[in-house]
């Protein structure tokens, strides 16, 4: 069939498997021209078919020479409806690894449920023994717990309803939004679904089951951004959730023997989970053309490569004073927030007469799902059932 991107609001029902490929090969290709590092050899991903999971496993693999295990949660192809672009990431990953000989076997369901847990340790066992890293990188917008309740997460303010200038991405308008304020049963629910409290029971039930090698790593990913999105970012639910996350960080690395835990605060980039968040996507548009003309701008697995070299596997982690892996240096220099502040200054005067930048983060959020991405042919018609080998 020939595949079209299918764009409501903030999703793209339809995903393209040449495109996700060639997205996963220019991960590969950007890791091979990196010097080894020394780093983990058998590794768990939880979240690992889009953005920053992803990304972990190729630089696992790629980087470290890495065994590699994955939980996603994706839908593959039935009938019309392509496969979701995590399913066709991970179908050409799996292919790619195994030419390249490396072990990549992957387990799809809910990461939140019991029996994946077990599934998982299953595999473990069977293929690798004992794992040495463990990267949680879930993004989910529900959680449903042992007990069956479901917890939503929401993207809300905590202290007041907050009113902003952003740009409308769909119709380049000007306009005025509001984040209402969450009452304390949403920001319990987000912490329930974003907060630390799965990762724990995952490292818990891999530590009972004897499969986490002596000192195992464990990160969890974060963002903290700028003044301008603290009250719908930091200091908003999913922040309250972030803070849970660092808790749990600390509370793992100290209770549980032979275990370090961090949190990395990542670059802000447009993925599924941040095109969702109010003012955001705008705030990652205009930064994403401040960093491209300042030669910082680093993409998922540029980040990954950065972290794992310079920050995670040197002789001691480098860490800020919170105790937090900071990959949101380059972001969060002087001279780029002073832009970004100059930019928003522009906005509210009701200033801004270039766009372009809203162009390209189209473009970017189309390549998530493999659409717009070079070297595809998109005119050619392409098989939509895709098989991920070890599935
Ligand atoms: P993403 O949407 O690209 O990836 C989320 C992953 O979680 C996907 O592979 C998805 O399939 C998986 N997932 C969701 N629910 C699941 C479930 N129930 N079971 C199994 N897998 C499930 O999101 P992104 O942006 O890579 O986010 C990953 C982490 O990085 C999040 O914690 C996010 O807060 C954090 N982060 C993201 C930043 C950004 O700007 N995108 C910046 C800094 C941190």
Aim: net charge neutral; proline share 4%; charged share 20%.
């Amino acid at each position: 069939m020939i595949i079209e991107p299918k764009i409501r609001g903030f999703i793209c029902t339809t995903s393209h498997p040449q495109g996700c490929k060639e997205n996963v090969m220019q991960q590969i290709s950007y890791m091979k021209t990196r010097p080894k590092c020394q780093g983990p050899k058998k590794v768990l991903v939880i979240g690992a078919s889009t953005g920053y999971g992803l990304a972990s496993r190729i630089a696992s693999t790629y980087g470290c020479d890495a065994a590699t295990i994955g939980v996603i949660f994706d839908k593959p192809a039935n009938g019309n409806r392509t496969a979701t672009a995590g399913w066709y990431n991970t179908a050409a990953f799996e292919k790619f690894a195994a030419n390249d000989g490396y072990y990549a076997k992957t387990i799809n369901g809910d990461a939140f449920s019991q029996k994946i847990k077990e599934e998982t340790i299953a595999l473990i066992k069977k293929d690798l023994g004992q794992i040495d890293l463990v990267i949680y990188s879930l993004a989910a917008p529900k959680r449903t717990t042992a007990d069956g309740t479901t917890y939503q997460s929401v993207l809300k303010c905590t202290n007041q309803d907050f009113v902003n200038t952003t740009i409308d991405l769909k119709t380049k308008e000007i306009i005025e939004v509001t984040v209402p304020k969450a009452t304390e049963q949403e920001i319990h629910d987000t912490v329930k679904v974003m907060g630390g409290e799965d990762w724990h029971d995952w490292m818990t039930a891999l530590e009972q089951a004897g499969v986490l090698a002596n000192h195992t790593i464990t990160v969890a990913y974060s963002y903290i951004g700028p003044k301008l999105t603290y009250p719908m970012y930091h200091q908003g639910t999913i922040g309250a959730a972030k803070a849970h996350l660092l808790k749990t960080a600390q509370d793992m690395t100290n209770k549980m023997q032979g275990i370090k835990a961090y949190v990395s605060v990542n670059k802000a980039l447009v993925t599924q989970a941040s095109s969702a968040i109010p003012v955001v996507p705008l705030y990652i548009a205009a930064l994403y053309r401040i960093m491209k003309q300042k030669k910082v701008h680093e993409n998922a697995i540029e980040q990954i490569d950065r972290m794992y070299r310079e920050k995670l596997f040197t002789d001691t982690p480098i860490l800020d004073q919170t105790g937090q892996i900071r990959m949101d240096d380059w972001e969060m220099r002087d001279d780029v927030q002073q832009e970004i502040n100059a930019f928003w200054t522009k906005l509210y005067a009701h200033k801004i007469t270039d766009f372009s930048y809203i162009d390209d983060y189209w473009v970017e959020f189309k390549q998530l799902f493999g659409f717009d991405v070079p070297n595809v042919d998109y005119t050619k018609e392409v098989h939509s059932d895709i098989a991920i080998p070890s599935l």
